[in-house]
């Protein structure tokens, strides 16, 4: 059975958290603060993780960055507060994987808890070999096709080329620079604009909704980072 820690200074919303995800079955351990939140982590080995922002002691997002330094991979889901919209990029890019913000519905967090276990208990795929899924397109990434719902989306070379070069290197930061270089070469002498206008049309291909990415993700003044 699953085992999942909730980290959350909230007495009720703790409380209520545990009862539903007790009801599905799930074994529900709690942390109370941040310190606490982090050595559990640390310590002991969970499936998922359901992590507030704000917490005494240390922060959700410090929690994120220490627990990925370590090279732990446990899925982290950031319970955020309304408004805090810059603080779920940036969680994002501190190695959570998803977020929900308060007030949620349990459904939904279930929902999502569901399609994280799923995803972290299937085999680790690689870009060489089978189909990889990301956001709403299946990729073959050595036939260079592109599916979604079964049927066949066109995608230039380099739009596959740029996809399967964030995917290698999925939750990490990858710079213009790089992308420049390794994709576009130093010959063709693009410019940094060039690439947003690719990211841009790969977003429209691939995201639930393209004005609010959350695969592709905007690493500002640097680059991007595919979350996968
Ligand atoms: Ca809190």
């Not at 703790?14 to 539903?20: E, K, V």
């Not at 279930?110 to 709403?136: H, Q, Y």
């Not at 002498?189 to 690719?198: G, I, L, S, Y």
Request: net charge negative; with cysteine; charged share 30%.
């Amino acid at each position: 059975m699953h085992k999942i820690l909730i980290v959350e200074d909230e007495p009720a919303m703790q409380l209520g958290l545990r009862d539903n995800l007790e009801f599905e079955g799930y074994t529900v351990e709690s942390a109370e603060d941040g310190d606490s939140g982090l050595n559990k982590i640390l310590n002991n080995s969970y499936d998922l993780v359901l992590l507030d922002v704000m917490l005494p002691h240390r922060s959700g997002f410090d929690i994120c960055r220490e627990v990925r330094s370590q090279g732990i991979e446990t899925p982290i889901i950031l319970l955020t507060a309304k408004g805090e919209e810059i603080d779920k990029i940036l969680g994002l890019e501190l190695g959570a994987d998803d977020y929900v913000t308060k007030p949620f519905s349990v459904r939904e967090l279930l929902a999502r808890i569901k399609a994280l276990l799923r995803r972290s208990n299937s085999p680790a795929e690689t870009a060489e070999g089978g189909n990889i899924t990301i956001g709403r397109l299946t990729l073959d990434f050595g036939s260079y096709t592109a599916f979604e719902s079964g049927r066949e989306i066109k995608l230039s070379h380099k739009e596959f080329e740029i996809l399967h070069y964030l995917f290698d290197r999925r939750n990490q930061a990858v710079s213009r620079h790089s992308l420049l270089e390794d994709i576009w070469g130093y010959e063709e002498q693009p410019t940094t604009r060039t690439v947003d206008n690719f990211i841009v049309r790969l977003r429209q291909k691939i995201e639930g909704n393209p004005n609010s990415p959350r695969i592709i993700l905007t690493v500002h003044g640097y680059g991007y980072k595919m979350i996968h």
